[in-house]
């Protein structure tokens, strides 16, 4: 079974600049996360979606960042500009509907770094 | 504010050996706790996990103790391997957020020496 992929892996861009991550799920499964995971610190959960529909964006910075999962399937997530402190890594995960949501198969990430 | 601690940002083992890593939350309202590992340049991996209902659960050589008056958990690896070498993070969820919204702490860098 293939696992979360995530691309591009590595990222680096100028402030005020837009970038854009891709996330593709675990076949099948309903639940798609986006965490932010800055240097030192655990990952924090950004947004979450069941289908195609958003459960939970209460923690994404919403002036800055849009994501979304138009087919229930793949998702983007957008930077638009980004800022010094959004550098960190972005980790995707996904969950199945027929197992504990809280056991979630995570991506590789990718690591923004902007300058 | 943290909600869920790890206190210790590193920890060595000599390979044999027990390793026991140690978190702690604030919210009493969480009801299941996981523990993820994570190797560099990879996303982390689902290890184990524990309901607010039980005091312990076992799965090979790890095992996750639960002790809710004192808003402390542990992993226990025994025998520690140095494949066992990686980044654990603690993570709770049930605090009233959507389910799946897990809060996780800064983790703890394991070594496992041969």
């Known amino acids: 079974e293939a696992g979360v992929a995530q691309s591009p892996r590595y990222k680096i861009i100028e402030k005020r600049q837009s970038v854009a991550f891709w996330c593709n799920p675990i076949?099948?499964?309903?639940?798609l996360y986006w965490y932010q995971q800055i240097l030192g610190q655990g990952p924090k959960l950004l947004i979450q979606?069941?289908?195609?529909?958003?459960?939970?964006d209460s923690q994404l910075p919403k002036d800055r960042f849009s994501a979304e999962r138009l087919k229930g399937v793949d998702s983007t997530l957008k930077i638009q500009p980004a800022k010094l402190e959004d550098s960190a890594v972005y980790l995707c995960?996904?969950?199945?509907?027929?197992?504990?949501?809280?056991?979630?198969?995570f991506g590789p990430g990718t690591r923004l770094l902007v300058l | 504010d943290q909600q869920v601690k790890q206190n210790s940002p590193s920890l060595s083992v000599q390979e044999g050996r027990i390793s026991i890593l140690n978190c702690d939350y604030t919210n009493s309202m969480f009801d299941y706790f996981l523990w993820y590992k994570k190797y560099p340049a990879e996303g982390p991996t689902f290890l184990i996990s524990i309901s607010s209902i039980k005091d312990k659960n076992e799965d090979g050589r790890f095992t996750v103790f639960l002790n809710k008056s004192a808003k402390h958990l542990s992993l226990h690896i025994v025998p520690s391997q140095p494949g066992d070498s990686a980044v654990y993070f603690c993570?709770?969820?049930?605090?009233?957020?959507?389910?799946?919204?897990?809060?996780f702490g800064k983790g703890t860098k394991l070594s496992v020496k041969p």
């Open positions: 993570a709770a969820s049930g605090y009233g957020g959507s389910q799946g919204n897990l809060i």
């Open positions: 979606f069941q289908n195609n529909g958003v459960v939970d």
């Open positions: 076949s099948g499964h309903a639940t």
């Open positions: 995960a996904s969950s199945s509907l027929d197992e504990s949501q809280e056991t979630q198969y």
